[in-house]
């Protein structure tokens, strides 16, 4: 399935210059939805992982149906104060100024496979401080998935030494 032709670019959203990558055409159409889900499952099942991690909120999106297809645990990485039990969590630069991700402590075993999953790869910042709470937990990255990636903006490279995958490149 041609993915890319189910996504909406919006050129100077949400800013002048900027050119959004607009997945909702893709979510509404049940048979494409379903088909990226199962295309990064099939992918990722030799992998063996064990759960699927996902920050908020579009990581959730695409993280809860991927753990379903893949038959493990999803597990939501959210902003601070979220969360209700106990959480660890990580520090990360924005463009201008500081956000934090948490978990729930309880959330990962140590050497649990873990896939990182989220809808878009662009700078790679939340997706390495999403890594990053994984390991903390003492929990194996086993790969990092995402409906995009903007190549051009060089996020695999801050994702290093860890296995990613992408069904759509710009």
Do not use: C, N, W
Not at 132 to 138: D, F, K, N, P, T
């Amino acid at each position: 399935m041609d993915f890319k032709s189910m996504i909406r670019v919006i050129p100077d959203f949400p800013q002048p210059g900027v050119s959004f990558k607009d997945i909702t055409p893709l979510l509404k159409d049940g048979a494409a939805y379903r088909a990226a889900i199962d295309e990064l499952a099939e992918r990722l099942r030799p992998l063996g992982p064990e759960a699927v991690v996902g920050p908020e909120a579009r990581g959730f999106v695409i993280g809860a149906p991927l753990a379903y297809a893949l038959g493990v645990g999803f597990v939501p990485v959210r902003k601070a104060g979220k969360l209700p039990a106990e959480t660890v969590s990580v520090e990360y630069e924005l463009e201008y100024g500081y956000d934090r991700l948490e978990i729930h402590r309880d959330a990962l075993r140590k050497g649990q496979r873990v896939v990182v999953a989220d809808d878009l790869l662009a700078t790679g910042g939340t997706i390495r401080s999403t890594i990053r709470l994984v390991e903390q937990l003492g929990a194996h990255v086993a790969a990092s998935a995402f409906l995009i990636e903007l190549t051009y903006l060089e996020g695999r490279a801050k994702l290093a030494g860890y296995h990613v995958l992408s069904l759509v490149q710009y």
